[in-house]
C-alpha cells in the first residue's frame, strides 16, 4: 500500500488509514480520530456489498477501529449486530495493535424491497435487535461484554449509550460515509469509498471535577467555591460537545482536510496535542490450518454432507479467501 502520509518541513501528517489520538487538556478531553480510505475501499469492494449495506458496514467500521485502538493490551474489540431488518448482521472483527477485518450479511429480495420504497436510514435497514460490543483478552480471561439495544438510533446515538451504561464517561463521536468519484490513471472515472469519525471523551483527573455530572436536576444548589469550580468544569464538556457539533460530515471524508487539520479546526482556540499515529490495516486472520482444525472436530456424517464435487470448499466470511480440502483429511481412517 503506498504511504499516504502528507510531508512538511515541520510535520508529518498521518493521512488514510491511521488513527490519530489527541488531547485537550484545557478541556479534559482526550479521544482519537481516523480517516478511512484504501483500507475500507478493498474491504468493501471484495464483496461488492449494495451501497445501503456498504455504507451501514463502514460506519460500524471506523466505530470500532475507534474503540479499538484504545486497547491497552493484546486482543480483540468485536462489533456485532443482530437484528430483525433486511441487514440481520454486522461483524467487525478488531485485533489489536492495528488489524480489522468486516462483513455484513443481508437478505436480498428484502433489501431490495427497501431500497425500491427508499427506506434507507439505519435503523430501517437494521431493524430492531441488539448491538453486542465486546472486548476479548484472549485465552485464559474472562471477555467483557456490553449489550445495547438497537432502538431506532443511528451509530452515534447507540455508541453513546454504551458508554454511558458500561463506562458512564461523558462521551461524544461523529461518524460520517462518503462514496468519491476520482479519476483513475486510464482518464477513467474510479469509485472509492471513504469514511471518518471522532471519538471525544471528557476524563479530568480529580473526581472533583467530576462531580457536577453526578448533581441531580434543577436549580444548582447554594454552594462553596469548591461548587462553582464544579460549574465550571461541566462548562467544559458543554464546550467540547458544541465543538463537536460544528463538524460537517464531508470534514470527516475529505483527504484534504485529514484528522490533524480538523482536530486544530476544533480545538486550536484551546490547543490540542496529538500524539503518534496508529495505522489500520486490513488484515483478516483466516489460514488454511485453522479452517482445517475446525473440520478436524467434524463428525464422518458432516464431513461427508459437506464435499461438494469430491472436495470440501470453505470461504472466509470475512476476506473471501477461499479454501479447498481433500475430504479424506478427515474421515476415519479404516
Not at 220 to 243: F, G, Q
Request: proline share 5%; glycine share 6%.
Amino acid at each position: 500500500m503506498p504511504d499516504s502520509s502528507i510531508r512538511t518541513d515541520e510535520y508529518v501528517f498521518a493521512g488514510d488509514d491511521a488513527v490519530v489520538p489527541f488531547q485537550v487538556e484545557e478541556l479534559d478531553a482526550r479521544g482519537r480520530a481516523v480517516q478511512l480510505g484504501p483500507t475500507l475501499d478493498d474491504i468493501l469492494s471484495r464483496h461488492d456489498y449494495p451501497e445501503p449495506v456498504a455504507k451501514l458496514l463502514a460506519e460500524a467500521i471506523v466505530l470500532t477501529v475507534l474503540l479499538g485502538t484504545s486497547l491497552k493490551f493484546d486482543g480483540k474489540f468485536i462489533f456485532q449486530s443482530q437484528s430483525d431488518g433486511p441487514v440481520d448482521m454486522l461483524v467487525v472483527d478488531f485485533r489489536t495493535p492495528n488489524s480489522v477485518r468486516a462483513y455484513a450479511r443481508y437478505d436480498e429480495e428484502r433489501l431490495a424491497e427497501a431500497i425500491a420504497e427508499n427506506r434507507l436510514s439505519p435503523v430501517e435497514l437494521m431493524g430492531g435487535g441488539t448491538l453486542a460490543l465486546t472486548v476479548d483478552q484472549g485465552e485464559y480471561t474472562q471477555r467483557y461484554q456490553g449489550i445495547v439495544a438497537l432502538d431506532g438510533s443511528n451509530l452515534e446515538e447507540i455508541a453513546k449509550t454504551y458508554f454511558r451504561q458500561s463506562e458512564q464517561i461523558p462521551t461524544d463521536l461523529r461518524l460520517s460515509v462518503a462514496k468519491l468519484i476520482e479519476r483513475g490513471e486510464d482518464g477513467k472515472p474510479v469509485e472509492q469509498w471513504r469514511a471518518g469519525g471522532l471519538i471525544v471523551q471528557f476524563l479530568p483527573e480529580s473526581e472533583l471535577r467530576m462531580r457536577q455530572r453526578d448533581l441531580p436536576a434543577g436549580d444548582a444548589p447554594e454552594s462553596d467555591d469548591d461548587d462553582e469550580v464544579d460549574l465550571v468544569e461541566d462548562d467544559d464538556w458543554a464546550e467540547i460537545k458544541a465543538l463537536v457539533a460544528t463538524i460537517e460530515s464531508s470534514e470527516l471524508t475529505d483527504p484534504q482536510v485529514g484528522a490533524e487539520r480538523l482536530l486544530y479546526r476544533l480545538f486550536h482556540e484551546r490547543g490540542v496535542r496529538v500524539f503518534d499515529a496508529v495505522p489500520v490495516n486490513d488484515d483478516c486472520s483466516c489460514s488454511r490450518e485453522k479452517i482445517a482444525g475446525v473440520l478436524s472436530g467434524f463428525t464422518a456424517e458432516e464431513i461427508s454432507d459437506s464435499i461438494e464435487d469430491g472436495k470440501i470448499s470453505v470461504t472466509c466470511e470475512f476476506c473471501s479467501t477461499e479454501y479447498e480440502f481433500d475430504p479424506a483429511e478427515f474421515l476415519p481412517k479404516n
